[in-house]
């Protein structure tokens, strides 16, 4: 990946992309640049970020029966404002409500006395409940699996889901435990030392997804998703 | 981050909202089917009572058991304390059995403050004396935040027993930093000597309390303490009650909006009366729920990090 950095002219190759069409993706910013204070190499610019969310729209009506019976549940921080725009989405695509929840995982992680404790975020769950119904889970970014494992306990705690299925923007690979994702936004293989940060307008004021290398800021990268996450 | 809670001053503006933040997610947990959450799977708590107490006791027994700490409730009658036990050989004792937190109510000021310079554990003081009650002040601005929906620019009345209230102490400390203006209110005997040298900034003293009442956001009633008081502080408890007791009459001066608190047990028909402390302005039972929240939300701060 990093050998494309120096390449600006020529078109990145994405191996394991499955899904995102690369030629339609020019990556105008391969260079090293600063988005929104933080430093990074862009891999998707707002447009990209449109598409991908039009097609993971179009991916989870196709799976799910037209989205009958599910309920989205966002991951804070930036899968909550992901599962609102999937929602806004298969609404303007097939005019269905889905309705559209938050799942804070905070009290869930295993990770919480090596990482010391954290603001916990909210967790509203739709009114009708996840009982009996689909429930797709929503986050930025699939690293070690943990937050999702995390996710998974809470859920069983507020319901029994007849199903649950998993979308991500990002899937940077580095499993640690046995989960993947139904639906993914790209895939961009990553080495440990970097840290992908996904810059959503309502969170981070503009959108873009940036690949930086953890020195820059001081991140290890090592330890898991959230290691991109840690200062709120 | 702080390792121990031994007083409201340990509590700084960000610390005490962040807290208060906590404790609301966490009630949100309390309305679930399945309320216990995994967070402090695998720690030990122990209440440590060396004076009576229903309330705190349960609350931090609650507290715990719903993160999954396990919790070892300990009180001072019929155990070794009865056969002459030393605070500091319990507290050995206690870290042997590998306490990651201990909480402590204690009759001795300062108490606490001793225990967490020989254990390796988090110290919540849960009661000393009648210096500190640093939960009960954050369950109380708790209950203000949730009823009136924020603390910053109250004015709260604290009335009653404040000589010998750490709660009272407490609340002062941690409603100053919050913002609010705190009036201190009893009769001259049962409010400290010099006291209002001592008053932080929006801190005040009064005697009069129909003179205080309908300004007030807050009335924060505090339990004459009769176990406490060697001396005579007031003639008779009909006369206290007179002057500076909560009825109805009193509370209809009171602005609309305003509520009442105590920090329970209450004595009631001595410094609330009965009408009163059933009434739709009484906090009392909401300020127990309250408690679990906070709590948790404490030790979940304390203990959730530090391995």
Known sequence: MAGHARH????????????????????????????????????????DLGRIVDRMAHQILEKTDGATNTVLLGIPTRGVPLAARLAARIEAFEGRRVPCGTLDVTLYRDDLRLRGTRAVGPTAVPE????????????????SGRTVRAALDALSDIGRPSQVQLAVLVDRGHRELP???????KNMPTSRAESVRVLLREVD??????????????????DGPRSERRSE | MIKH???????????????????????????????????????????????????????????????????????????SVSKGESLKDTALTLQAMGADAVAIRHPAAGAPHRLAGWISGSVLNAGDGTHEHPTQALLDAYTMRSRLG???????????????????????????????????????????????KALPPGASISYDLDAVLPKCDVVMMLRV????????????????????????????????????????????????SSQVADSARSTVVEQVANGVSVRMAVLYLLLGGNA
Request: net charge neutral; glycine share 8%; hydrophobic share 40%.
């Open chain 1, 179 to 185: 989960i993947r994702a139904d639906y993914v936004g």
């Open chain 2, 150 to 196: 924020h603390v910053e620019g109250l004015r709260v009345a604290i009335v009653g027993d404040v000589l010998h209230s750490r709660v009272a102490r407490s609340n002062l400390s941690l409603l100053t930093t919050l913002g609010a203006e705190v009036i201190l209110v009893g009769p001259p005997t049962l409010l400290p000597v010099g006291f209002e």
């Open chain 2, 225 to 272: 303490q009769r176990e406490r008081m060697i001396d005579s502080y007031f003639p008779s408890e009909r006369e206290y009650s007179r002057r500076y007791g909560l009825d109805r009459r009193r509370m209809a001066l009171l602005p609309e909006h305003a509520i009442v608190m105590h920090p329970g047990p209450m004595n009631r028909g001595i410094e609330i």
């Open chain 2, 5 to 79: 809670l031994l007083s409201a001053d340990d509590l700084d503006r960000d610390t005490a909202i962040g807290i208060l933040d906590i404790a609301e997610r966490m009630a949100a947990t309390a309305g679930r089917e399945i309320k216990k959450l995994p967070t402090l799977r695998g720690r030990t708590v122990v209440n440590l009572f060396y004076e009576d107490s229903t309330r705190t006791r349960i609350s931090f027994e609650a507290a715990a058991k719903r993160l999954s700490a396990d919790v070892i409730t300990f009180s001072a009658k019929g155990s």
């Open chain 1, 8 to 47: 600006p002219a020529r078109k990145p190759v994405h191996g394991t992309d499955r899904d995102a069409p690369s030629e339609t993706s020019p990556l105008q910013h391969v260079k090293s640049n600063t988005v929104s204070g933080i430093r990074g190499r862009t891999i998707l610019t707002a447009a």
């Open chain 1, 128 to 143: 009708d409940g996840i009982d009996a119904r689909r429930v797709i889970l929503v986050d930025d970014v699939l690293f």
């Open chain 1, 205 to 222: 004021g503009v959108d873009a997804v940036l690949l930086a290398t953890a020195n820059s800021d001081g991140h290890s990268g090592v």
